[in-house]
T-cell receptor, first 111, second 114 residues
Framework: GQSLEQPSEVTAVEGAIVQMNCTYQ??????LSWYQQHDGGAPTFLSY????GLEETGRFSSFLSRSDSYGYLLLQELQMKDSASYFC????????????FGPGTRLSVLP | SAVISQKPSRDICQRGTSLTIQCQVD?????MFWYRQQPGQSLTLIAT?????????ESGFVIDKFPISRPNLTFSTLTVSNMSPEDSSIYLC???????????FGSGTRLTVV
């Protein structure tokens, strides 16, 4: 089976940098995705890592270490609009190559 | 990436009735996915729908309760049958934009069963 762990809540202030972690256990790992979901909205795709290392897209960066079964999403220059839930999702061969979503981290950005 | 139109956006239904949720995609896609998200929780895959074949259901979800249609490459429906209050949830359809593009989600259907 698969299991993913994420901290339930993170709080940071505007302009700061925040890192949200994701650890996973799966036997058929293909890659790790990150999604943002504002209250009442649909999840929005942020990034996908299949190989070790850091991927950067604007203020967002995502990191993967396959050997450690670990990844993180890094948000820089935090803005109030970044307050949302962030889900990591593992693409798993044993799950029909579908994505299994983690429990999510709720990020609150304070002024 | 694809654009998905999902409806209804919300509904309040009586227990024992059924609701059909529709998703229309602006491009042809091979697979469509149906998810359930209970308030404050993560997303759980209900089933994968391929055009021209039976949907594939995940553990804990059965066709009699969640029948799915996929008549063509741009459209799918999910029916929540014989509803009970435990079915109150957000239901989302999604499509894949390629391995590096992740999933695109519909806007969701917020279902309340009373």
């Amino acid at each position: 089976g698969q299991s993913l762990e994420q901290p339930s809540e993170v709080t940071a202030v505007e302009g700061a940098i925040v890192q949200m972690n994701c650890t996973y256990q799966t036997s058929g790992f293909y890659g790790l995705s990150w999604y943002q979901q504002h209250d009442g909205g649909a999840p929005t795709f942020l990034s996908y890592n299949a190989l070790d290392g850091l991927e950067e897209t604007g203020r967002f960066s995502s990191f993967l270490s396959r050997s450690d079964s670990y990844g993180y999403l890094l948000l820089q220059e935090l803005q109030m609009k970044d307050s949302a839930s962030y889900f990591c999702a593992v693409r798993d061969q044993d799950y029909g190559q579908n994505f299994v979503f983690g429990p999510g981290t709720r990020l609150s950005v304070l002024p | 990436s694809a654009v998905i139109s999902q409806k209804p956006s919300r509904d309040i239904c009586q227990r024992g009735t059924s609701l059909t949720i529709q998703c229309q995609v602006d491009s042809q896609v091979t697979m469509m996915f149906w998810y359930r998200q209970q308030p404050g929780q993560s997303l759980t895959l209900i089933a994968t729908a391929n055009q021209g074949s039976e949907a594939t259901y995940e553990s804990g979800f059965v066709i009699d309760k969640f029948p799915i249609s996929r008549p063509n490459l741009t459209f799918s429906t999910l029916t929540v049958s014989n509803m009970s209050p435990e079915d109150s949830s957000i239901y989302l359809c999604s499509v894949e934009g390629g391995p590096s593009y992740g999933y695109t989600f519909g806007s969701g259907t917020r279902l309340t069963v009373v």
